[in-house]
């Protein structure tokens, strides 16, 4: 599995606290599964940005796991205006291993009512648009078919594996179901923070998948797709084949 979007480098937001913790979390990530993680600082008004000090920090980490697991550079850029004006004039900046592909998060206080034409600009900057955890933000959820127009528009989806098991809530794992049903989810991650209810772990979330969706499904958005953004390459817009949910024997005797 491909892990694109993490907090797994310590003192630089809110996720991890020390290097020891960082590597514990890549450790549990790695006995999990987990071949390739992406290190996603916060951008944001309480957290700056600091790509050499995040190389720093990655690369000593690398030094450390070795090749249990590969380390990625990224971002949680949160749309605010200095960012995306910073972004435009860099697209490089922001984006995993500075390919193009940028994790957008958005405030839980205002969605900006051009926020198409904003997708828009970065995409002729060069730039793919992932939407991030936007089952976790209830001015989101309030309104699904503005996400499924910006998916149909060239935007995409990320939802926290933790959603689909209920970490978050009965409302944000209602509305990862809703999304993944309708086949507007083209990632999952861990959002990890932290090494208990945050963590690395996506074993349990695949499981799940495969279990409701099916193999294809679980690989498309946890392999497949993550490693389309790793490595820089383009992904087909719009939303997925909606999948059938798995049968189970008894299933047919209702």
């Keep these: 599995m491909i892990d694109i979007h993490s907090h797994i480098l310590w003192g630089m937001d809110d996720g991890s606290r020390s290097l020891d913790m960082s590597v514990a979390m890549?450790?549990?990530?790695?006995?999990?599964?987990?071949?390739?993680i992406v290190a996603t600082p916060h951008a944001d008004t309480n957290y700056v940005f600091q790509p050499t000090l995040i190389a720093e920090r990655r690369a000593e980490l690398q030094?450390?796991?070795?090749?249990?697991?590969?380390?990625?550079?990224?971002?949680?850029?949160?749309?605010?205006?200095?960012n995306i004006q910073d972004a435009l004039a860099d697209p490089r900046k922001y984006s995993v291993n500075g390919l193009g592909w940028v994790l957008v998060e958005f405030t839980d206080m205002v969605i900006f009512p051009n926020?198409?034409?904003i997708?828009?600009?970065?995409?002729?900057?060069?730039?793919?648009?992932?939407?991030?955890?936007?089952?976790?933000?209830?001015?989101?959820?309030?309104?699904?078919?503005?996400?499924?127009?910006?998916?149909?528009?060239?935007?995409?989806?990320?939802?926290?594996?933790?959603?689909?098991?209920?970490?978050?809530?009965?409302?944000?794992?209602?509305?990862?179901?809703?999304?993944?049903?309708?086949g507007m989810v083209h990632f999952l991650a861990s959002d990890a923070h932290d090494l208990d209810r945050r963590s690395t772990r996506l074993d349990d979330v695949r499981a799940h998948v495969v279990e409701r969706y099916g193999e294809d499904y679980a690989e498309a958005l946890l392999t497949t797709h993550p490693k389309a953004v790793i490595e820089g390459r383009a992904l087909h817009p719009g939303a997925l084949e909606r999948p059938e949910p798995a049968k189970h024997w008894f299933q047919f005797w209702r």
């Excluded at 890549?26 to 390739?36: F, I, N």
């Design 115 to 117: 926020t198409e034409e």
């Design 26 to 36: 890549l450790k549990m990530a790695a006995a999990g599964g987990t071949t390739d």
């Design 63 to 82: 030094g450390l796991l070795g090749d249990t697991i590969r380390i990625h550079a990224g971002c949680d850029f949160h749309l605010m205006y200095d």
């Design 119 to 182: 997708f828009a600009q970065m995409r002729k900057a060069g730039m793919g648009v992932i939407v991030t955890h936007p089952e976790r933000n209830w001015l989101l959820r309030k309104d699904i078919e503005r996400l499924l127009r910006w998916v149909e528009g060239g935007a995409y989806l990320q939802v926290t594996g933790g959603s689909l098991l209920g970490v978050f809530g009965a409302d944000a794992r209602k509305f990862s179901q809703e999304l993944m049903a309708r």
